[in-house]
């Protein structure tokens, strides 16, 4: 339009003034559109460029998000199988705790309370005094009829250094080694440890004895038997 006005100008034509008044507002209106068309095309270029900014963000959350959730996935299953090797660990402590425990201890009548405690008395005798042939007799007869008392872990124990003094020691290290598996807790641990490296070391088998030595040592460092234990284990340097 402004081009036709301006060649109708141009070709010397008379316009009146009222004319050229309102041509020249609509030249005004016609450039102010034109201008307020630029800019809201800038604003629409503006708005794409945020809208793609802004559909760029959205795409890295959901990633980020999609990973989360795969992570979490990941960790409650780690979770499970922890849970479940806890439970397994729990119960094999548990069944070990129970193959461990001593059976309960015998309870017996006044008579037979006597028969046992002269057996055992009479058991120890004949060890004390060099009958150790019929020491192991008394002691396995006792331990047969009263294998869960008081004086049981003793009785084992005493059995084995009978074996022991008749230089049986294979059998020595096996009746020790019942003492040390059947009564866990008792008072003659140490000495039945000692006595197993001191058998070894009788027969030759010397890392075995230091094995036991050692051992003793470990779980013991205290006591008669630990020095004995580390005065033997210096004769092996």
Known sequence: ???????????????????????????????????????????????????????LKFDDVRDQLLRQAEDIKLLKR????LQRKLKEVEARKDKSAAEKAPAPEQVFSPEKRQAFEELYEKSLNAYRNGNYETSVKLF????????????????????????????????????????????????KDSDALLKIAMSYEA???????????????????????????KKALSRFE
């Open 140 to 187: 396995a007869a006792f331990l047969r009829d009263f294998p869960q008392t008081a004086k049981s872990a003793n009785a084992r124990y005493w059995l084995g250094e009978s074996y022991y003094s008749l230089a049986q020691y294979a059998q020595a290290i096996t009746e020790f080694k019942r003492v040390r598996k059947d009564f866990p807790a008792s008072a």
């Open 78 to 81: 780690q979770q499970m199988l």
């Open 1 to 55: 339009m402004l081009l036709l006005l301006a060649l109708l100008c141009g070709a010397g034509c008379k316009i009146p003034l009222d004319e050229r008044q309102a041509v020249a507002e609509l030249q005004k209106k016609t450039a102010g559109l034109e201008q307020e068309l630029e800019a809201s095309s800038g604003r629409n270029q503006t708005l794409e460029k945020d809208f793609a900014a802004l559909r």
């Open 203 to 229: 027969i030759g088998s010397d890392s075995q004895a230091r094995a036991a030595y050692s051992e003793l040592l470990q779980l013991y460092p205290v006591g008669k038997s630990a020095e004995m234990a």
